[in-house]
């Protein structure tokens, strides 16, 4: 069974740093391409960068730059360093397959950005 726990996140004002982690389970972790996904309030789920099973990535136009995925394959985690954020990075992050995402969300770690 897929289990997807996300951790890391909290209240930062504009400009500052966090660093999500997710641990996986239940999957085959070092095949999978996984991703970090954002949800913030009223607006549909939203893709934000993905890592494949060799480390390559991919993110967002609007994030790139600011935002690095990364993996730990000996962990099962995989995880995202946010900079420079502002009030918009708002939201809930998700980790889930970089790809087609699996039914089994975790409950997400919260993101605030304000002032």
């Known amino acids: 069974q897929v289990q997807l726990v996300e951790s890391g996140g909290g209240l930062v004002q504009p400009g500052g740093s966090l660093r999500l982690s997710c641990a996986a389970s239940g999957i085959p972790f070092t095949m999978t391409t996984m991703g970090w996904y954002r949800q913030a309030p009223g607006k549909q789920r939203e893709l934000v960068a993905t890592?494949?099973?060799?480390?390559?990535?991919n993110y967002a136009d609007s994030l790139k730059g600011r935002f690095t995925i990364s993996r730990d394959n000996a962990k099962r985690s995989v995880f995202l360093q946010m900079n420079n954020l502002e009030p918009e990075d708002t939201a809930v992050y998700y980790c889930?397959?970089?790809?087609?995402?699996?039914?089994?969300w975790g409950q997400g770690t919260q993101v605030t950005v304000s002032s």
């Open positions: 889930n397959h970089g790809r087609l995402p699996w039914q089994n």
């Open positions: 890592i494949d099973s060799v480390g390559n990535t």
